[in-house]
């Protein structure tokens, strides 16, 4: 039989790097919060942007919407509810070819949207707007049927 050596030194491993100090996870975590800061203020205007782009799009169908009640009963609307259900007054439930829209929504800020005939703006037709963001109305935050684009 074969006799191993008894005086074969055991080596240790080297000592080799198995983890990550404190300061590299430091510095690590310092970067990202950056990167995280510099992505917040990158997307921070997109909802707003992405609201009142919705609004101006919600004016559009109210529009279209009174402009179909208009040809059908010869009037505007005395409210956005007539666009929903027909109006109480006899003459106009008969003239009445809705619903004109499925329901009345409120603005992307949670606010009743607004509707004027003879408008401030379009004295000649209506007005409907949102109250934008503030919420106040007659303020320049404001979105209605008056305006061009947004």
Not at 11 to 33: D, K, Q, S
Not at 89 to 100: M, S, V
């Amino acid at each position: 039989m074969f006799a191993m050596p008894t005086n074969r030194v055991r080596r240790r491993p080297a000592r080799g790097r198995t983890g990550f100090t404190l300061m590299e996870v430091l510095l690590v975590l310092v970067i990202l919060v950056v990167l995280a800061s510099l992505a917040v203020n990158v997307f921070s205007g997109t909802q707003e942007k992405a609201d009142q782009r919705a609004a101006a799009a919600q004016v559009g169908l109210y529009k279209t919407a009174i402009q179909m009640y208009r040809f059908d009963t010869k009037q505007y609307p005395g409210d956005l509810q007539e666009l929903v259900s027909k109006p109480g007054d006899a003459t106009l439930a008969n003239r009445w070819g809705g619903p004109y829209m499925d329901k009345i929504a409120k603005d992307p800020w949670d606010n009743e949207y607004r509707f004027a005939a003879p408008g401030k703006h379009n004295p000649d037709g209506f007005d409907v707007w949102s109250v934008g963001p503030d919420g106040q109305d007659g303020s320049a935050d404001d979105i209605g049927n008056w305006e061009t684009s947004t």
